[in-house]
């Protein structure tokens, strides 16, 4: 079944303390994006990746970083967690960054509170 | 700046009732316009893709129209039942920007019986 995968689906953390958002596709799409929602926006887009090693900043980057070692896997990670980064982030993939009707999919949510 | 705006922001219908979400966008020039479905703690799924070439596109009981020159796009929904009780969201693709998803805020349908 083609599927992302996100852990863990929920997290409560304190201020500061790194944590890692792992982020898994299985259809072997090159684009890969990380989103946070919060109520009453639209999903905003943190970073997101065309490939393997390559990585670019979206619309709220700040305070997160990315990686793309594997065309698979694309982990969020927050280095110094604040309280403003409580949020339902989603990660989502589609074959190429490049064909316009490409079909997006999203993984299940993760739903983070920093106390 | 690129926008992408819905309306109602909230919605409650009867079950088997139709129902017209509607999606304006100031993205230009734009590849495509897309309908997500977000059930509460879930991802958004694809409903429709449309071109800007393409006026309408169905999926089911539910109906995308565009109207890529007062950029206007619809979402209609036929005979609704409980399960269609989620958020519908309306995704603008910026071709200017490599395909970037512009996502509007969403309309909340909720569906009673």
């Known amino acids: 079944e083609a599927q992302v995968t996100q852990n863990p689906r929920y997290l409560i953390t304190v201020t500061g303390k790194k944590l890692t958002v792992t982020c898994s596709q299985n259809?072997?799409?090159?684009?890969m994006s990380w989103y946070r929602q919060d109520p009453g926006l639209g999903l905003r887009q943190i970073y997101y990746s065309m490939n393997v090693e390559v990585t670019d900043k979206g619309d709220v980057p700040e305070g997160y970083k990315v990686s793309r070692k594997e065309k698979r896997n694309f982990p969020l990670i927050l280095e110094s967690p604040s309280p403003n980064q409580t949020s339902l982030y989603f990660c989502a993939s589609r074959s190429t960054g490049r064909a316009s009707t490409d079909t997006q999919y999203f993984g299940p949510g993760t739903r983070l509170t920093v106390l | 700046k690129n926008q992408v705006e819905q309306s109602p922001q909230s919605l409650i219908i009867l079950e088997g009732k139709n129902c017209t979400l509607q999606c304006n966008y100031t993205v230009s020039p734009f590849s495509n316009l897309r309908w997500y479905k977000q059930d509460t703690g879930r991802g958004p799924v694809s409903l429709t893709i449309m071109t800007f070439s393409e006026n309408t596109k169905s999926n089911g009981r539910y109906t995308a129209t565009l109207d890529a020159d007062t950029k206007q796009s619809s979402l209609h929904i036929t005979a609704s039942q409980l399960s269609d009780s989620a958020s519908y969201i309306c995704?603008?693709?910026?071709?200017?920007?490599?395909?970037?998803?512009?996502f509007g805020a969403g309309t909340i349908l909720r569906v009673k019986s």
């Open positions: 259809m072997n799409h090159e684009y």
């Open positions: 995704v603008v693709s910026a071709r200017e920007y490599g395909n970037k998803l512009v």
